[in-house]
C-alpha cells in the first residue's frame, strides 16, 4: 500500500495546455509539499501545505498554483504551461512543520514533459 | 546559489569496500543535515540524519560524520553491498522552521561485484 502516491507517473503535453497532477499521502501526517527535481538533477521545495494552509511558497511563478482539499491530498495545478516546466514533480509529506527532523516521505515523482 | 554542494557525481566501489560520499554546504545557518538514497523511478528515502550538536551518527552499515568548522559532512557505507547502489543525496536545513529542505544534486553510487 503505497504511503505517498502521485498520478499521473507520465505527463507529455503542449505548451500553453494546463495540467495536473495529484497526491495522496496515506500516513496521517499533517504537512506534504511539492519539490520539482530540474534537469540539472536539483530537488527543489515548491510549496509545503500544514493542514490545508500554505506555509512555503518559494518564488513559484503563479501559474503553478497548489491546491489541498483536506490534509491527505495536496495537487499541483500548472497554467499555459512553458518548456521550462519539464521536470520531474515529487510530492512528499512529513509528520511536523518544524522540521526537528526534516523527514520526509516522498511519493515515486511525475515526469512532466512539455513540447 | 547553490548552498548545498555534492562535487562528485558518481562514484563507484567495490562490494565490501567502504564507500565515502561527501557534501558541502555555505549556510552557517543550516543546523541539521540528511541524507536520502534515491533509485531509478523512486522517489528518495531518508536514511540518516544529523544534528549540528553532533559530529557523528552512526545506523548500522551507515554513519554521518559532521564537521561544522569546514561546513563539511560524509556518508559512510561500510561494507557496500550492490543494493546500495543508488543516488544518495545529501540535505540541510534550519530547525524551528517550517520544513524546507535545501538538497544537493546527488552522487550516483555504483557497488560492483
Known amino acids: 500500500d503505497t504511503a505517498v502516491s502521485q498520478t499521473p507517473k507520465y505527463l507529455v503535453t503542449q505548451m500553453g495546455n494546463d495540467k495536473s497532477i495529484k497526491c495522496e499521502q496515506n500516513?496521517?501526517?499533517?504537512?506534504m509539499y511539492w519539490y520539482k527535481q530540474d534537469s540539472k538533477k536539483f530537488l527543489k521545495i515548491m510549496f509545503s501545505?500544514?493542514?490545508?494552509?500554505?506555509?512555503i511558497n518559494e518564488t513559484v511563478p503563479n501559474r503553478f498554483s497548489p491546491k489541498s482539499p483536506d490534509k491527505a491530498h495536496l495537487n499541483l495545478h500548472i497554467n499555459s504551461l512553458e518548456l521550462g516546466d519539464s521536470a520531474v514533480y515529487f510530492c512528499?509529506?512529513?509528520?511536523?512543520?518544524?522540521?526537528?527532523?526534516?523527514?520526509?516521505?516522498f511519493g515515486e515523482g511525475s515526469r512532466l514533459t512539455v513540447l | 546559489d547553490q548552498q548545498v554542494k555534492q562535487n562528485s557525481p558518481s562514484l563507484s566501489v567495490q562490494e565490501g569496500r567502504i564507500s565515502i560520499l561527501n557534501c558541502d554546504y555555505t549556510?552557517?545557518?543550516?543546523?541539521?543535515f540528511l541524507w536520502y538514497k534515491k533509485y531509478p523511478a523512486e522517489g528518495p528515502t531518508f536514511l540518516i540524519s544529523?544534528?549540528?550538536?553532533?559530529d557523528k551518527n552512526e545506523d548500522g552499515r551507515f554513519t554521518v560524520f559532521l564537521n561544522k568548522s569546514a561546513k563539511h559532512l560524509s556518508l559512510h557505507i561500510v561494507p557496500s553491498q550492490p543494493g546500495d547502489s543508488a543516488v544518495y543525496f545529501c540535505?540541510?536545513?534550519?530547525?524551528?522552521?517550517?520544513?524546507?529542505?535545501?538538497f544537493g544534486t546527488g552522487t550516483r553510487l555504483q557497488v560492483t561485484l
Open positions: 512528499a509529506s512529513s509528520h511536523n512543520r518544524a522540521a526537528n527532523t526534516g523527514e520526509l516521505f
Open positions: 500516513l496521517g501526517h499533517d504537512t
Open positions: 501545505y500544514n493542514n490545508k494552509e500554505l506555509i
Open positions: 549556510n552557517s545557518m543550516f543546523d541539521y
Open positions: 544529523i544534528s549540528s550538536i553532533k
Open positions: 540535505a540541510a536545513t534550519t530547525t524551528g522552521t517550517a520544513s524546507k529542505l535545501t
